[in-house]
C-alpha cells in the first residue's frame, strides 16, 4: 500500500516498506529495541513523566491520557502489577491494530517492555482476539525472538528487571474489549464486565492486583515518545490530541484503508486521501470511531464554543480529525475506525445490521442490555422485513433511552448512542422507509442483505 | 480423554504461564477442541479436575464464547463477516455462495462433511471488505469469482486428502 503525502506515518514508518519483515533481525536493523537500551539506564519515574508530558491519549476508544493512568496504579498495597495489552480489536470498522501485530510485532513487544519497566509491572499479558490466529503467531515467534536478545525475560538487558509477557488468545467474545471483562476472560471466567468502582483496574485488575490495561496503538506510541521526546510528540497534531493516529476507513470511498496522519480535518482523510465516494455516489454520513458512535450527517452544520470562546461552525468535512474535534461535533474518535455511509444504504437497515452485532454480543449480565439489544434488533429487522409498526421508531428510542447509563459497562452506551443519534438525524427516513417497506409489492433483497441477519 | 501427545504438550506448557491455573482455561479448552473437534462434557471434565476447578466453571466458559463449541462441524470452519462494513460490500453475497458451492445450510455441516458456513461478528479487516477466514487463513476483497476460487481450492484439497 503507497503512502499518500498527507500521512504522517509514525507507528506505521516500516509496516508497509517493501523488504520489512515481521523478525527481530530486521526490526533491528531499524534501530529496533535501541529505545528499551535506553530505558533500562533511566529512572523509571523519568520515564513515566515523559509519557505523561507528552499528552498521549489512549487509542482503544475512550482517549483517557496514559501516563495519568499509570500514575493511577496502587503502590500501597504491595501486590503485583500487572499490563495488560488490549488487542481484542473488534469495534466494527476498526482494523489498525491488526497492521502492528501481523507486521511489525517487535515494535509492540518494545512499547510493551519500555511501559512494563517504567510502571514496574511483574508480568505482561497480551489479549489478542482469537479471529486473528496468525496475529497470535506472529507475536509468540516475536517474544520467542526477543528472550533470545535478552529483551524479554529474566533481568532484561542486565538491568536486574524481570518481565515475561503472555500471548492470551480470546474465544470470539466482543465484550472482552471492555477492561474489566478483558480481565475476567484472563482469569478464566466469562467476561462480564466488573462495576466502578470498586473494580478500577489501577486498583483491583487482574487477580484483584493493580494493573494497567492499555491499546497496542498506545503502548507503540511509548516508544517514539522516548525517542523523539515528549515535546517533540506533543508538537505533532493539536494540544491535548497529540501525536498521529491510525485511522481505518471503510464503507463508501474509493480507497478504504488505514491512514495515519496527525492534525488534518475529516474532509482531507475521506475526500484527499480516500478518493472521495464512488463515482456516481454521495456521502450520506459517517460513523467516525467505530460503530459505537453517534452518526455524523453529511450536510448538517457543527456549531458550537471553542474553549478560549471563539464560535465554530463546521460542516462535516471542516471536523479537526482528533479527540477533541470530533467530540465538538457531538461524537467521538473511539478506536479511530470509521464507516462512511453512501447513498446507497438505507439507515434504518445500517442500524439493522448493527442492532444484530450488539444483541450478539452483549454479555447478557445487565437486563436493559440484554433484552433492550435484542428488542432493538426485533424492531429494526421486522422494519427491513416490512413488518414495522407504527409505534416502533417511538419504542426504539424508549428501548435505547432505558439502557444508555443503566448498566455495569460502557456497552449500553454502544447499543443506545447509534439508535439515539440515528433517528436524531434520520427519523424522516425511517418513517419513509418503514412504509416503503410495509408495500407488498417492494423489492426487500438489497435491504436483507445490508441488515445480513437471516 | 484420548488427547494427542502434541496437545498434552501444549497444555503442560500452557498452565504455569499464569500466576493463578484457572487462567488456563481458556488456553487448554482452545487446544482440547483443535484436537478434538469439539468440547464435550467429558473435555470439561478433565480441564476442571486439570486446573481445580468446578467443571460447571468451565462449562459457563464454553457456553459464554462463540468460538468455543459443543457440536461437530465440517473439516473447515468457514466465518463470513457479515458487520456493517462487509454487509455494505455484499458480504451477504459470498456467504450465499460459499453455502451453494457445498450445498449446505448456515451453520450446518456439508453433505460430504467438508465444511461449516457461519456468519462471524466483525472480523476487524473493514478496509479488504468482504472478508472471511476459512480457519486460520483470512480471505480478503471478495467477490463472486474470488469466492468460487477458494471453493474449488478446498474441494481440490478434499478430494487431495
Redesign the interface.
Known sequence: MAVHPKEHRVILKHADEPGFTPDIDCYMKHGGYDMLKKAVTMEKQDICDEVKKSQLRGRGGAGFPAGVKWSFVDRKSGK?VYMVCNCD???????K??QIVHKDPHQLIEGIMISCFATDCA?AFIYI??????GAEALDQAIREAKEKNFVGDDVLGSGYSC?I?V???????ICGEETGLIE???????NPRIKPPYFPAVLGL?MCPTIVNNVETLCNVKHILEMGADAFANIGRANNTGTRIW?????VKR???YEVAGITLGELIYDICGGPKDGRTIKAVIPGG?SMKILKNGERFTGKNRDGTAYDWGIEDIPLDYDGIAAAGSMSGSG?M?V?DDS?DIPV?LA??M??YS??S?GQCTPCREGSLWLKKITTRMVHGESRPEDIDLMKSVADQIEGRTICAFGFAVAWPVQSYIKKFEEEFREFAERHSKSDVDRTAA??????? | MNLKPETLAEIEEAIP????K??????L??AIQKDQGLLSNEAAEWVAEK?E?EPI?VL??IT?????RQHKIGKRHI?VC????????????VCDTMLSEFDTS?NGVSPDGEVTVE???????????PVM?VD?E?YENLDETKTKEICDRIKTEATGA
Do not use: Q, W
Open positions: 503485583p480489536e473488534s469495534e466494527p470498522g476498526t482494523f491494530d491488526r508480568k482476539r482469537e479471529e486473528m490466529p496468525k515475561d503472555v492470551h488468545r480470546g474465544a470470539a467474545a466482543y476472560s484472563l482469569e478464566g471466567k466469562r467476561a487477580y481505518c476507513v471503510s464503507g463508501g478504504p484503508g488505514y460503530s475506525g464507516m455511509l444504504i445500517a445490521n448493527l444484530t452485532f450478539h454480543e454479555c436483507k442483505e445490508l441488515a445480513c441477519n437471516h | 504461564k499464569y500466576p493463578e484457572r487462567s488456563a482455561v481458556m488456553p479448552l482452545h486446573l476447578m466453571n459457563s466458559v459464554f464464547y462463540p468460538f468455543f466465518r457479515r458487520t456493517l462494513s462487509c454487509a455494505m460490500a455484499g458480504g451477504s453475497k448456515l456468519f462471524a461478528e466483525c472480523l476487524a479487516s473493514c478496509g479488504s471488505a477466514l486460520d483470512l
